[in-house]
């Protein structure tokens, strides 16, 4: 017959199976945070992925629609209030503003020659650009020639957005970082990487828990077409006083930085990586932005160059 078990054996048994079960449960825990961690991730790098190429495309279309002898600047950036201004007359979020034409007013009359509007588009003003890229009309009816020659049409949606420009209608799309809905895991100090277009309410978030947002040119000083060592990632303030005629001449390549949190905070972790490209240093800005907690946080540099195609 079987011996029953001892009240010490059973104390033993059960010591021995809490402490299994407590090593399982650690295990657990550290496979349930890292996959929470994961998918933070994962989540964000969608979100991430899809911003940056919005405004990748706005770099890259800024210009277009406006005339050469338009003075305000395409591409500008402030160093100040950390603010990207875009001019141009193509909204990648509003798709009517991709419409365009080729219209011939030899004639005396508007003949369209292409036509890339969209049907049952609605236009009531445009700019017409000459075919050099000048501003023949900054702003007039739709269909009424500025003269007789051939010009490139662009709608202009004035209601939609006032005018970014002096001499003829586009539009300033506006990228700052802006303290407003920033997710409650995202550190004191950061904030949401905004893209507005100027003189409307409209604000859309291209990036969450950004620390640091900068923009630094290309620019060919010496006006040799060639971008030397030199002239490479130069601020603004190493340039000097830039006209709009200046910058389509020497502007070769715009390159963004932004400094993002990926995951959550977690006090157990110490970051220790160090944030430097193109002679910036972002790990004493980060420091300097978020304070003593920074390193309980994991950061990522993002940094990509984009050459605006119509300058």
């Given amino acids: 017959m079987r011996k029953a078990l001892t009240l010490l054996e059973l104390l033993v048994a059960v010591f021995a199976a809490t402490i299994v079960m407590s090593a399982v449960y650690v295990v657990y825990t550290r496979l349930l945070g890292t996959y929470t961690q994961e998918s933070s991730y994962q989540s964000s790098d969608i979100k991430r992925v899809l911003g940056l190429e919005i405004l990748r495309q706005d770099i890259e279309n800024a210009g277009l629609g406006v ?51 969209f049907p049952e588009l609605h236009v009531g003003q445009a700019v017409y650009l000459s075919v050099n890229g000048t501003i023949a009309s900054g702003l007039s009816s739709y269909l009424t020639c500025p003269g007789n020659g051939t010009y490139i049409v662009y709608p202009a949606f004035t209601v939609s957005a006032p005018s970014a420009c002096s001499s003829q209608y586009c ?124 390193q309980q946080y994991r950061w990522k540099l993002i940094k990509f160059s984009v050459k605006p195609m119509n300058l």
Avoid: H
């Avoid at 305000?72 to 603010?83: C, D, G």
């Avoid at 875009?86 to 011939?104: F, H």
């Avoid at 604000?203 to 969450?208: A, E, F, G």
């Avoid at 002239?231 to 005629?245: D, F, N, W």
């Fill in 67 to 117: 005339g050469k002898n338009e003075t305000a600047i395409p591409v500008e950036w402030n160093m100040t209030k950390n603010e990207l201004v875009l001019r141009t007359l193509y909204d990648i979020l509003d798709q009517k503003t991709s419409a365009w034409q080729i219209v011939d007013c030899s004639s005396g009359s508007a003949n369209v020659l292409v036509n890339k509007f």
């Fill in 171 to 294: 539009r300033g799309i506006i990228y700052q970082i802006l303290n407003v809905d920033v997710p409650d895991y995202c550190a004191a100090g950061t904030g949401e990487l905004i893209r507005e277009v100027k003189g409307t309410s409209q604000q859309d978030p291209i990036l969450d828990c950004v620390a640091d947002f900068d923009v630094r040119f290309d620019w060919d000083l010496n006006g040799d077409g060639i971008i030397e060592q030199n002239e490479r990632y130069l601020p603004v303030s190493a340039i000097g006083k830039i006209s709009a005629t200046d910058e389509r001449k020497k502007l070769k390549l715009v390159t963004v930085f932004i400094v993002v949190q990926q995951g959550k905070r977690n006090r157990k972790y110490k970051f220790t990586n160090r944030l430097r490209n193109a002679g910036i240093d972002f790990t004493a800005r980060i420091r300097a932005r978020i304070g003593k907690n920074w």
